[in-house]
């Protein structure tokens, strides 16, 4: 079996959970012996034929032009990061025309009406998906495969367009929803994407029984299509000892700094801790749109270097602050599933994390808590610093327990499913 993957992230190229995520997907398909066409963002018309599970790490290039394809395979890892990225910038305005009159052709198709519309709007955001969509569907249309697996919204219109042009079936992977990510309502748009997107493919994959909960409640997706796979985690062959970073417990807050990951929590929860313990260190790391407004709240709270800010960090500096991490805080307001928990207590560090977050149904050995309960996030704090037996157990059973949580036993379930919609010949709707 082949499988088309379409994804706007993986590594090295990544930005959060997603890249990780699909990276431990495709490892474990190749594992199994699924090969894997990876389609990614990339500034040149190129995708990754993965044949072997080491593949996913080297990531050998083929380009659709022939007269193109370099000696050099794989590529250096800094020619790689070069290639891959936006494809904004690689289509001409020509192209872009050509692409818009491609969907013109299918708005009177049922459904990409609207998602045509949609698809040539000039936000920077749709434009980006829109030349993904026209290099995925070039590539693809041209390559041999038994099934599309397409990751979130940015690659839903590719895996409808490449579904109705070659007629295999498309199983749509959500990861988040916009409901997630903006904390509220979000853009109209995007919700029309997942939409059409979901509703269009043959299975739906939710990361967990909260995100199942949610498409189905939300978008009205037939449950008889839904299945739940939950993430794992792949521990890292050169997974380190754990480091100090700081004489004091180190608490670690890690990811996008918006609305979603309910950073404002942490700093509440940093503050009170603070003023009943002064021996303990808080970092945030990440970016996001709320990030002046976090600097500015820390700053009125003068916690001065007890609470420090790490910015946006690449994969090598996040392996390395989670080496040092005692304390992983995860005060999501919507959280579909969570792999920073996991990579974390792989390190020994104990979790505190959201009890609706997608991740909470898999793990046992951590602190599960109301993301707006800032008291009992305090409690738990305090309790591991002033009980270094209690860390110390809690920190033993939670590495054990990630070290259980194998990627091969999740696309078990994701393999069934390709087999599942191979069996019956896709619906165009």
């Known amino acids: 079996m082949r499988v088309l993957t379409l994804t706007w992230e993986f590594p090295p190229v990544i930005t959060g959970g997603l ?38 790490d080297t990531l050998p290039v083929a380009f659709l032009d022939p007269s193109k394809q370099k000696l050099q395979n794989p590529l250096p890892l800094d020619e790689l990061r070069k290639l891959m990225g936006s494809t904004a910038s690689v289509y001409a305005q020509g192209v872009r025309t050509k692409i818009r009159y491609a969907f013109e052709k299918l708005k009177q198709i049922n459904p990409f009406k609207n998602l045509v519309e949609i ?16 290099m995925a569907v ?36 959500v990861h988040a929803t916009e409901f997630d990510r903006a904390g509220g309502a979000g853009d109209g748009r995007i919700h029309h994407v997942e939409y059409v ?16 909960r949610t498409i189905q409640e939300k978008y009205h997706i037939d449950p008889e299509k839904t299945r739940v796979v939950h993430n794992a ?15 004091e417990p180190t608490v670690l807050f890690m990811g996008r700094i918006t609305l979603q990951k309910g950073p404002d929590y942490f700093i509440e929860v940093a503050r009170r801790v603070l003023q ?11 970016s996001g749109d709320m990030e002046k407004q ?10 001065g270097t007890k609470f420090l800010f790490a910015g946006f960090l690449d994969r090598q500096e996040v392996e390395s602050i989670l080496s040092t991490t005692d304390i992983f805080v995860l005060p999501s307001v919507s959280e579909p599933f969570g792999i920073a928990p996991l990579e974390a207590m792989s390190r020994g560090a104990v979790a505190i994390i959201s ?75």
């Open 276 to 286: 009943q313990e002064k021996n303990v260190r808080f970092i945030m790391a990440g």
């Open 294 to 303: 976090v600097l500015h709240k820390t700053a009125s709270f003068c916690m």
């Open 138 to 173: 070039t590539i693809g249309s041209q390559l041999s495969f038994d099934a599309i697996h397409a990751h979130d919204w940015l690659t839903y219109p590719a895996g409808m367009m490449l579904k109705r042009i070659c007629g295999k079936p498309l199983v749509a992977h």
């Open 355 to 429: 009890k609706n977050a997608g991740v909470a149904e898999v793990i046992k050995n951590a602190y599960k808590i109301d993301f707006w309960d800032i008291d009992q996030m305090v409690n738990a704090i305090l309790e591991l610093v002033r009980n270094p037996d209690k860390f110390r157990e809690m920190s033993k059973k939670s590495k054990q327990e990630v070290a259980n949580l194998l990627w091969e036993d999740a696309v078990r379930k994701i393999s069934d499913v390709f087999r599942e919609v191979g069996k019956n010949e896709p619906c165009l709707m």
């Open 19 to 56: 890249g990780m995520a699909c990276y431990g997907i495709v490892k474990a398909l190749l594992k199994q012996g699924i090969e894997v066409d990876l389609v990614i963002p990339a500034k040149e018309d190129v995708y990754f034929p993965l044949r072997k599970p080491e593949d996913a």
């Open 197 to 212: 997107g979901m509703e269009y493919a043959d299975r739906v994959i939710a990361v967990s029984a909260y995100t199942a």
């Open 119 to 134: 698809l040539c709007d000039e936000y920077y955001l749709f434009r980006e998906v829109r030349d993904y969509t026209n």
């Open 233 to 247: 985690y792949l521990v890292p062959d050169s997974n380190g000892c754990h480091r100090r970073l700081f004489k």
